[in-house]
């Protein structure tokens, strides 16, 4: 067993920071950017200074992008705090604000003055107020000789007084986030903004153009965003929703480009990817395109087509469910593609190869044998265990936890315990209590029964045929001897016994919670099932989670070994949700043999698409009508309104709604998505296939204006021309 533990000097850490294949290709730490590649994209075109992009001292860009929620990217637009994200992003915002007489998701909406303004319980943005390099403070104790229970101790003691001391005597928040598997460290402090209005989204016919038939492909058509406002109290401090907030004023909003764009420019994206995994092994990539994402696919599909089906017959269901099932075809797709992807690319082979260049390096230097000798070996052996439960991790959340019921059921479980044990106070007991109150009003608001009963049939029945008995339910024995098997008629016998589907025997159960009411729960089908899946795969995820950490130890050998072997190559840190900067240029692609795709998209793509007649190209009447009088404003060019484009900034989750700038640091488009054929992007990044997909600016003010005639909002914007 491999007890090497190695500290970085200072000097490497910041060599390590980046990783650097070609100019496009990387996720790059903003405080970093004056050490490590300032220079490269000024000499890519960028005509600023690493101060204007990251500082403590001045106002900077930085301090105009937002985290959204708790998954996408935002940007201030106006110094009244005016931000714009993706449609997406605000999806189920607009959603939990659309009834069948509301409809802002099929008709938009736009707030023509403040006072109509949505606000959003819960909806919280995020500004970066500054990020340090805390590598030796958190290291701080650990020797080469330290074991890694011990390193685990020392490294969460040295951060708990790392984030206190960080925000002492503020009302900002404090992260500390490990990289390179935990080679290195960094604090993030952060202040956080919880009264955030809804202002305005297109309808869906053009905020989701194309829906699912479009989705991760180029070329695209999609004006996916919205517009939204935060709000603070009369010191501009973070403040709970009031009617006395007052708009936020910014320490930096974004100018706004109406100059155009060519092939070629200097773009520059700045944001918050969710998650790569550069670094991984053959076996862990192994495991992943062969066992964990084509099932997953195979469970996703089976959901996707009943919800379409269900969604179909209703204005109400469609209405209900148009962001969750968004949410299950998004990661379907990508993943579909992806896979393709690494395929394309021989990503696997790859993986080989640089393994067997490794390990050459390594067994030509007795001191590399001794420090990184079996290090592979290691990981394999813990990618087959992993291997052996995978597919009981992974069917916990793409089969249990989709099975909607089963949230009240989780939560229900939560109140149960706490009711039951004697250390709980009745006022912390009375406050879980009112927090479910809370879950289920809206979760019931939200939920078709028919759906969740097909989807949980289905899904038992798949779960039942891929997974051994050793990870079914006792439950499941009912299924074989009283249903012969049939998990039609166990769902049809389940739902009908149930209570967890039924809104108001679950609020006369809350109002009237006691032992009687323990009583019937645990007696509940429902919730009997979920606490049978929910403790036999506690201990599958319990092995799975040990397994990562051991795996982690082990990248952290092997990463080192990596950085050391190319002592020379700077490596960029996998994104974990952290702001980063990614740069490249706006450049077409060639997804296969003789075809090229070019670099932007038209407003005549759209009407082009209309007449398909697919149901996911339907264009409002009013912008037919602007097309046809080419009534684009002062924001279309030569006789054409632009729509869309792409570039070759190395994007991920996350970057949804991440601002697009050019060489001068204004808006130029609003990021939403990647191409199919880069969807492999997470893993390994083809210069030649990836591009992000962005939102041209322009098409966003001519909807604004001359479209939903909210002029006013765009008097807020500073245009640049």
């Known amino acids: 067993m491999i007890t090497f533990r190695g500290l970085f000097t200072l000097g490497l850490i910041y060599i390590l920071t980046l990783h650097l294949s070609s100019a496009k ?40 992008v937002v985290l959204f929620g708790g998954g996408c990217t935002g940007e201030l637009i106006s110094d009244k705090g005016l931000l714009i994200t993706n449609h997406h992003c605000g999806l189920s915002r607009i959603q939990l604000h659309s009834t069948v007489e509301k409809d802002y998701l099929t008709d938009g909406f736009w707030a023509m003055n403040r006072s109509q303004e949505l606000p959003n319980p819960g909806l919280e943005v995020t500004f970066l107020r500054r990020m340090e390099d805390i590598t030796q403070k958190v290291l701080q104790g650990v020797t080469i000789e330290t074991d890694e229970p011990e390193r685990y101790r020392i490294v969460t003691e040295n951060m708990d007084k790392i984030r206190a001391d960080a925000i002492d005597g503020t009302n900002y928040e404090a992260e500390i986030k490990p990289f390179y598997y935990g080679n290195q460290y960094f604090l993030f402090v952060y202040e956080v903004y919880k009264d955030v209005r809804l202002v305005g989204a297109p309808p869906s016919s053009i905020g989701k153009f194309g ?19 935060i709000y603070s109290d009369e010191n501009n401090n973070p403040a709970d929703y009031s009617p006395d907030n007052i708009p936020y ?63 179909m017959k209703s204005n109400e269901v469609m209405i209900k469910y148009a962001s969750k099932y968004s949410r299950v075809t998004n990661s379907w797709k990508k993943w579909i593609g992806m896979l393709n992807g690494l395929e394309k690319v021989g990503a696997l082979n790859k993986k080989y190869a640089f393994e067997k260049t490794f390990n050459e390096w390594v067994n030509s230097d007795e001191e590399r044998k001794r420090k990184y ?135 006369q159960l809350v109002e009237e919670f006691d032992k009687k009411s323990v009583k019937r729960i645990k007696k509940d089908p429902g ?51 952290t702001m980063r900067v ?56 030569g006789g054409e309104m632009p729509v869309c484009f792409i570039a070759s900034n190395h994007t991920s989750g996350g970057n949804s709604g991440s601002p697009v700038l050019n060489a001068d640091g204004q808006l130029i488009g609003i990021n939403f998505d990647r191409n199919w054929e880069g969807t492999m992007s997470d893993y390994m990044y083809d210069p030649d296939q990836c591009r992000n997909i962005i939102l041209d600016v322009r098409y966003v003010l001519f909807i604004i204006d001359k479209l939903a005639g909210a002029g006013y909002l765009i008097d807020e914007m500073t245009l640049v021309y």
């Open 249 to 311: 004023k910014p320490r930096k909003y974004l100018p706004i480009s109406l100059k155009g764009i060519q092939e070629n420019d200097f773009t520059m994206v700045i944001g918050y990817p969710g998650s790569t995994y550069q670094f991984l092994t053959s076996c862990d990539l192994r495991n992943i395109v062969h066992t964990s994402v084509p099932s997953k696919i195979k469970v996703r599909t089976i959901r996707m087509n009943i919800m379409q089906e269900e969604m």
């Open 25 to 64: 290709e990387g996720m790059w730490l903003p405080l970093l950017l004056e050490r490590l590649n300032i220079e490269d994209m000024q000499e890519n075109g960028l005509r600023l200074s690493a101060e204007d992009i990251y500082s403590v001292n001045q106002a900077c860009l930085i301090d105009a």
């Open 211 to 229: 829906w699912d038939t479009d989705n991760w492909i180029w070329p695209r058509h999609t004006g996916d965003f919205s517009l939204f406002r």
């Open 527 to 577: 919730y009997v099932l979920f606490s049978q899946f929910d403790d036999l795969l506690q201990e599958v995820r319990f092995a799975y989670a040990q397994l990562e950490y051991l795996l982690d130890f082990y990248y952290r050998i092997y990463i080192n070994g990596i950085m050391e072997m190319y002592p020379d190559r700077v490596f960029y840190p996998d994104a974990n949700l």
């Open 373 to 507: 000798g079996n290090i592979l070996d290691e990981i394999e052996l813990v990618c087959d265990e992993i291997d052996s439960i995978i597919l009981a991790n992974d069917y916990y959340s793409e089969i249990v936890m989709a099975i909607e019921f089963f949230d009240v059921a989780s939560e229900l479980r939560e109140l149960v315990e706490e009711y039951e044990d004697e250390t709980v106070s009745p006022d912390d007991f009375q406050k879980s209590l009112n927090s479910f109150r809370n879950f289920t009003g809206g979760f019931y608001n939200n939920y078709h029964e028919p759906i969740d009963r097909r989807v949980f049939a289905r899904l038992m029945e798949v779960y039942a045929q891929d997974l051994s008995v050793d990870f079914q339910p006792e439950i499941f024995q009912k299924v074989n001897t009283k249903f012969n098997r049939d998990f039609g008629l166990f769902s049809d016998w389940l739902l009908q016994k149930t209570i967890l589907t039924d809104e108001q025997e679950m609020k």
């Open 582 to 637: 990614t740069y490249g240029r706006i450049e077409d692609y060639s997804p296969r043999d003789a075809v090229i795709y070019d670099f932007y998209t038209t407003l005549g793509g759209v009407m082009e698409k209309e007449r398909e007649g697919v149901y996911d190209y339907i264009v409002p009447d009013r912008l037919k009508e602007l097309y046809q009088l080419k009534d684009y404003g002062s924001y279309g060019t």
